[in-house]
């Protein structure tokens, strides 16, 4: 999967139809189906639409996806080949160009977040599948001068039902290209798929296996060398660059260029090793950001002091914030007794495998950069704008990612190796150490959350209080606010100061501290009022059938708890899917546990690869686990204290426990996210595991209270 070149002003409106530079090329707007044809000498062949079909009956599909290990490219091509009528084994994956008919309609960008990815392109990939199939067919048609309605599409040929007569589609797409675009194109029932809903090898695992996969890091600015760059920013994040003295780094062999930005200082060289020689021998002076002087322990005391604060209210669609208070209130008024627990998390980092890193080739008219980002149309907009260009003038060629997780949402990265390009005169390969990879990150926001429930004469749950105090301001409620759970009377504010540290989506994003503290909290209640976590779970999840359909297929999946042993329980709602988690343990009187499996069951619609939606549960559950044993970012003086893996420790092989998953017919419902769903119940699963044991823990990470892993 390479980037290609911008599209040649053809709109999304065209089918395209190219010659002998990449075999026969027919492309397809998935949004409309209308036709236009171009010329075999152009270059830039099939470019503004969805599928490419070669001389030689292969067919090539394009995807808007990133591939950072989650499949979704290959997914996309699946559910192409699967309406296009094709042998899966000839299908090929390319990276689409930036351009607007490639953006993901729910996104209305061309990104990969969110879990957005195959669950906004399935209709539209569909029907522009489909609509090219119908032509194909009729072009087959008028070939022999029969009916359309006597052919039919397979494995990538159209054959005539009474003559048993076969035409390729090579050989009738450039005839297709020329027919008027039919319209109201239908699409092949679930009863005929052959293809989605079956477990099929992904068109990304053999580069990966042999390593001829292109990651950022690997890539080559065209025929031409970059230079390889290394950076320093300021310590303090939110600080700025005021001055260095460039000579201590020219004076290493190698070195050819100093470049100054506004927080960072960059040494361009030969190589790696003389570029990092260069600027570890600069002496930059800085001015300290606002977060200077800041620690954790001031940051987390504001925030539990900001939840016993009333805070601002977070309201469900068609509700009003008087409404809402009075209801809590009037519910909290009649209840017998309050029943309250607070829960933290702290900082987490991205820790992508790949640190950033961009490759860049800047001309006075143009630019041309090779990144890992999952967010192309916001990365081609802040380089041509930091280049003072047009963003037309502005490539972006997409390689694979060694890790996403939201933090190559950003674009700092793609920006600085294109700044110190321009600056340098020569095309540049800019690499972030993990130690700056660490310390200038986008973190996910540290929160602590307090939770009450009023509780009636009855011992029943009559109005339920969520304070939030986070330093992420912009209403952080994913998971909360709407609920999954029928809670009576429910009052959600939040509050809380950001001294400046730079946060970001991190995988699932706010539901991992809220969903967190909510689980947490269901099972203390559940022991509170005499009744069991799941049983409490079932209650408050009476209507909502396909949450409790997860929940009850977790606990089916689990069965009965092994001697010796003690299981948690979460659940939670992200991006439409649902996922249920049992965590399995064992803990020592020594405070010592061991994770042994997790068990796991996802609700996230129509799957269209199962083998993939497995892969996604079981990598997101170890994510999440790694970062509630272990992970935490802390402040001292305004700088990240953790820089590298020694003290912000991942998950090892001996450590991960076994992960086992059951992936639910999602029936009609169309495709869900799976990406970031499974990340948010394992911490709340693991908590309330060692809560059974006997060990509650409510602050993130559990190894920072007193706990080791086995």
């Known amino acids: 999967m390479q980037g290609m070149a911008e599209p040649g002003g053809w709109t999304r409106r065209q089918v395209l139809v190219a010659g002998p530079a990449a075999g026969l090329c027919v492309a397809l707007s998935p949004w409309r189906s209308a036709i236009g044809a171009v010329s075999p000498t152009v270059s830039r062949v099939g470019v503004a639409g969805w599928i490419r079909i070669g001389t030689d009956g292969s067919v090539c599909v394009y995807s808007n996806a990133s591939e950072m290990g989650q499949g979704s490219p290959s997914a996309l091509a ?10 899966w084994g000839t299908v090929t994956v390319d990276q689409a160009p930036v351009a607007p008919e490639f953006f993901n309609p729910i996104t209305k960008a061309y990104m990969t977040g969110g879990s957005t990815a195959v669950a906004g392109m399935f209709n539209p990939l569909r029907t522009a599948a489909a609509t090219a199939r119908v032509l194909l067919i009729e072009a087959a048609a008028r070939r022999w001068s029969v009916s359309a309605s006597e052919c039919r599409a397979e494995s990538g040929a159209v054959l005539h039902a009474g003559t048993g007569r076969r035409l390729s589609y090579a050989a009738v797409a450039e005839d297709a290209a020329h027919l008027p675009a039919p319209r109201d194109i239908p699409l092949k029932p679930r009863t005929a798929w052959k293809l989605i809903g079956r477990p099929v090898p992904r068109r990304d695992l053999s580069a990966k296996v042999t390593g001829a996969a292109c990651f950022g890091i690997d890539a080559v600015c065209g025929d031409v060398r970059a230079l390889p760059a290394y950076i320093r920013h300021c310590p303090v994040p939110g600080g700025s660059l005021t001055s260095v003295d460039r000579s201590p780094a020219l004076s290493v062999p190698g070195v050819h260029s100093v470049v100054s930005l506004t927080n960072a200082v960059a040494v ?63 519910a909290v008024q009649k209840s017998q007794r309050i029943f309250e627990r607070t829960y933290q998390v702290p900082l987490l980092a991205h820790a992508t495998l790949e640190p950033m890193n961009a490759t860049a080739r800047v001309s006075s008219q143009s630019a041309e950069l090779w990144a890992p980002t999952q967010v192309q149309s916001q990365m081609r907009r802040d380089v041509a704008k930091a280049l003072a260009m047009a963003e037309s003038a502005v490539t972006v060629h997409t390689t694979f990612l060694g890790g996403g997780f939201g933090r190559r949402l950003k674009t700092d990265y793609g920006v600085e190796a294109a700044l110190v390009a321009r600056a340098a005169n020569a095309p540049v390969k800019l690499i972030w150490s993990r130690d700056e990879d660490m310390r200038n990150d986008y973190y996910r926001p540290s929160a602590a959350i307090r939770l009450s429930a009023a509780l009636d004469p009855g011992n029943r749950l009559s109005a339920v209080r969520i304070q939030i105090g986070c330093v992420d301001a912009d209403e952080p409620t994913g998971g909360l606010i709407p609920s999954v759970y029928a809670f009576p009377n429910l009052l959600v504010t939040y509050g809380g100061v950001n001294p400046g540290v730079p946060i970001g989506a991190w995988r699932a994003v706010d539901h991992t501290q809220n969903v967190f503290a909510l689980e947490c909290f269901l099972d203390e209640l559940a022991g509170d009022v005499g009744s069991s976590p799941v049983a409490l779970r079932r209650q408050l999840l009476e209507h909502q059938p396909r949450a ?125 996210g799976v990406g970031e769903p499974p990340v948010p119940p394992i911490a709340p699963a693991l908590c309330n595991a060692l809560g059974a044991a006997g060990v509650r823990c409510r602050t993130l990470p559990v190894t920072s209270q007193g706990l080791t892993v086995a």
């Open 268 to 330: 361009v060289a030969d190589h790696y090793w003389a570029a990092k020689t260069g600027a570890e021998r600069l002496r930059p002076k800085w001015r300290m950001g606002r977060l200077a002087g800041a620690n954790s322990t001031s940051i987390d005391a504001s925030l539990r002091a900001a939840t016993l604060r009333d805070g601002k209210v977070s309201l469900a669609e068609g509700e009003h914030e008087p409404a809402v208070r009075a209801a809590h209130q009037s």
């Open 548 to 672: 409790l359909r997860a929940l009850n297929a977790a606990v089916e999946l689990a069965g009965p708890t092994p001697a010796g042993r003690a299981r948690g329980l979460a659940l939670t709602e992200r991006s439409g899917s649902y996922v249920a988690e049992v965590a399995e343990i064992s803990l020592t009187q020594q405070r010592s546990f061991t994770v042994h499996r997790v068990y796991a069951a996802i609700d996230c619609g129509t799957v269209v690869n199962p083998s993939t939606v497995e892969a996604q549960m079981q990598g997101g559950i170890l994510f999440g686990l790694s970062a509630a044993l272990f992970s935490q970012i802390t402040i001292a003086d305004g700088a990240v204290r953790e820089g590298n893996f020694d003290r912000y420790p991942l998950l090892t092989m001996r450590q991960a426990p076994e992960v086992v998953v059951r992936v639910l017919d999602g029936g009609e419902a169309r495709p869900n």
């Open 78 to 87: 699946q559910i192409l080949a699967e309406e296009l009528e094709v042998d």
